[in-house]
C-alpha cells in the first residue's frame, strides 16, 4: 500500500478540535470568492458584468491605493539601506531626502543595529520609549511607563496573547460586543473560551449600555462562566461609534466593580469623524482621571494600538503595541515569557509604531509635507463616510447609522421570505446570500453581518469606505443598482 493511499496521520479528525470551531468571517468564503474573481479577471477568463474586485471587505487601505505616507517610507528606505548614511555617501543622499528622514534613520539604526537582527523580545527599548511619551502627550500629561509597554505584530498578536493569558480553562469567559471583530470570537473558540455576549444597541447609534452589560455578566455568572475581562473596540468595529468620556468612565467603573479586565480595542483612534461632538478619549486617560483612587489603582487595563488603519495604513508591515495598567508584575514575566518564544516583533512594523506614535513636529523639513499628506487623506476618508451612509439610507428597506469612526459602515438589510428561502437552500445565512449576489453583479467584496453576530432577525453587511475617491461614484451606483435588481428579483 502506498503512502498515499493510507490515512494521513494528520488529517481533519486528528487536527485540534477547537480549530474547527474558528471562523473568521472578513477573510472566508465570500473573499476566497473574490480572489478566484480577480483571478478570472487578470486572465481574461470568466463573464463579468465588471472589470475589478473591490475588497470592502477588510480595512486595508493600500490595497485600495490609499497613499503611504512619504517621511515614513524614506525612513524605512534609510533603515533598509544603512549604506546610503555612510559618510561618503550623505551629500548625495541629502538631495534626495530631507534632513529630518536622514536623522531619524541614524537614530533609530542607533538602537536597532540592523533591520536583520532580532530585537529585544518585548521590542526596541527605544522605541517602546517612543510609545511611551506618545501616549503621555495624547492623555494630557498621565505617564507610561516604558516597561509595560509590549512592541507586537499588528495589534492582532497583542489581543491573541491576552486572551490566552486570561483563558485558565473552558469555564472561563471573556465579555465581547455584538457585533464584534471576529478576531475575538475567532480567538475564544481556538483557546477554548466561553465569549460572554453583549448587545450593542442600533436604534440609539451602536451605543454601549451599563445595565446591558450587568445582565450579560450575570447571567454568564450564574451559568458557571469564569467571567474574566471585557472586551471593547472603540472607536468601533465593524459600527463605528465613539464612546463618550462619561461611558468610558462608567464602563471603568463597572469593571472595578465586578472585578473584569478591561481589554481596549483603539486601534481606530485617529479615524475620527466628528470631532467636535464625539473626541476620541483613551481609556487610559479615562481611568487616569477617575475620582476614585481605588478604581485608578484597581482596574487592570490592556490598550491596543497599530499602525495598519488611521492614516498610516501600513497593514502589511504588521506593527503594533500594547500598554499594560495596574497588571501584577508576575503576570508581565508571563506575557514577556511568551512574548520571548516568538523571539521579537519584525522591525520594520517597530519601525513604523516609532514614526507612527512620532511624526514630524512644528519646524522640521518634512512637517508641512506630513502633515498635508495627514490632512488629505482624512479629510478624504470622511468625505467617502458620508457620501456611503447617505447611499445606504436612500436605498429601499437599508438604515444605516453614521460613522462616528473606524473605517466601516454596518448598514441594516430588510429582506423579503423570498430572500430567506432562497439563502437556506444555498445553506446560507439570509445577509450571507445577499452579500454573495453583491459580489457576483458588481466585484464589490463586503463581510455578511452574520460574521461579526447581530440581534436575531436582522440582517446587516460591514462595507469599508476605502474605495479611491475618484471613483467612488461608480462604486456606490454600483452598489444601489445591484440592490434594486435584487429586490425586483425577490419581491
Known amino acids: 500500500m502506498t503512502i498515499a493511499a493510507k490515512e494521513r496521520v494528520l488529517n481533519i479528525n486528528t487536527i485540534n478540535p477547537l480549530i474547527k470551531n474558528v471562523e473568521y468571517a472578513v477573510r472566508g468564503k465570500l473573499a476566497i470568492r473574490a480572489e478566484e474573481i480577480r483571478s478570472d479577471l487578470e486572465k481574461g477568463q470568466g463573464k463579468y458584468g ?135 470570537s475567532a480567538t475564544l473558540a481556538l483557546y477554548g473560551a466561553v465569549p460572554v455576549n453583549y448587545y450593542l444597541d442600533e436604534t440609539t447609534g451602536w451605543s454601549l449600555d451599563i445595565a446591558q452589560l450587568t445582565e450579560s455578566v450575570t447571567s454568564a455568572r450564574k451559568q458557571g462562566t469564569d467571567v474574566k475581562a471585557l472586551v471593547i473596540i472603540n472607536p468601533g468595529n465593524p459600527t463605528g461609534q465613539c464612546l463618550t468620556a462619561e461611558n468610558l468612565k462608567e464602563i471603568i467603573t463597572f469593571c472595578y466593580e465586578q472585578r473584569l479586565v478591561l481589554l481596549a480595542d483603539e486601534v481606530y483612534q485617529t479615524n475620527i469623524y466628528e470631532p467636535e461632538t464625539r473626541p476620541f478619549v483613551s481609556f487610559k486617560k479615562a481611568l487616569m482621571d477617575h475620582p476614585s483612587a481605588e478604581v485608578r489603582e484597581g482596574v487592570e487595563l490592556v490598550s491596543f494600538h497599530s499602525i495598519s488603519k488611521g492614516m498610516v495604513g501600513e497593514c502589511g508591515r504588521r506593527g503594533g503595541y500594547f500598554e499594560c495598567v495596574n497588571l501584577d508584575s508576575q503576570v508581565l514575566d508571563q506575557i514577556y515569557k511568551m512574548s520571548s518564544v516568538s523571539l521579537c516583533p519584525n522591525l520594520h512594523g517597530q519601525i513604523l509604531v516609532d514614526l507612527m506614535c512620532n511624526p514630524p513636529r512644528v519646524g522640521e523639513a518634512s512637517y508641512e509635507s506630513y502633515s498635508n499628506e495627514i490632512k488629505t487623506i482624512y479629510e478624504s476618508l470622511r468625505r467617502r463616510s458620508k457620501k456611503l451612509e447617505d447611499v445606504f439610507n436612500k436605498m429601499e428597506g437599508v438604515s444605516c447609522q453614521s460613522a462616528q469612526g473606524s473605517m466601516y459602515l454596518f448598514p441594516q438589510v430588510t429582506l423579503s421570505q423570498k430572500v430567506v428561502d432562497a439563502a437556506a437552500k444555498e445553506g446560507l445565512a439570509p445577509d450571507a446570500y445577499y452579500s454573495h449576489a453583491m459580489l457576483e453583479a458588481t466585484g464589490v467584496c463586503v463581510v455578511p453581518g452574520s460574521g461579526f453576530g447581530q440581534k436575531e432577525n436582522t440582517w446587516h453587511f460591514r462595507s469599508t469606505f476605502l474605495p479611491e475617491e475618484h471613483l467612488f461614484d461608480q462604486f456606490c451606483s454600483g452598489i444601489e443598482k445591484f440592490h434594486s435588481d435584487f429586490l425586483q428579483k425577490h419581491v
Do not use: W
Not at 543622499?93 to 536597532?112: C, E, F, G, H, M
Open 50 to 184: 465588471f472589470d475589478r474586485v473591490v475588497s470592502c471587505n477588510i480595512g486595508n487601505p493600500q490595497q485600495l491605493n490609499q497613499t503611504p505616507i512619504t517621511f515614513f517610507r524614506q525612513v524605512a528606505s534609510l533603515c533598509d539601506n544603512p549604506d546610503l548614511l555612510k559618510k561618503e555617501n550623505l551629500a548625495l543622499v541629502s538631495q534626495l531626502y530631507p534632513s529630518d528622514a536622514i536623522t531619524r534613520a541614524q537614530t533609530l539604526l542607533k538602537s536597532i543595529g540592523s533591520v536583520g537582527a532580532y530585537s529585544h523580545s518585548q521590542g526596541v527599548p527605544h522605541i517602546r520609549d517612543t510609545v511611551a511619551q506618545f501616549i503621555k502627550e495624547r492623555d494630557g500629561g498621565h505617564a507610561s511607563d516604558a516597561s509595560h509597554i509590549f512592541l507586537t505584530q499588528g495589534a492582532s498578536s497583542g489581543v491573541q496573547t491576552l486572551l490566552s493569558m486570561l483563558t485558565e480553562n473552558e469555564h472561563s469567559g471573556i465579555m465581547i460586543p455584538i457585533p464584534q471583530y471576529p478576531l475575538y
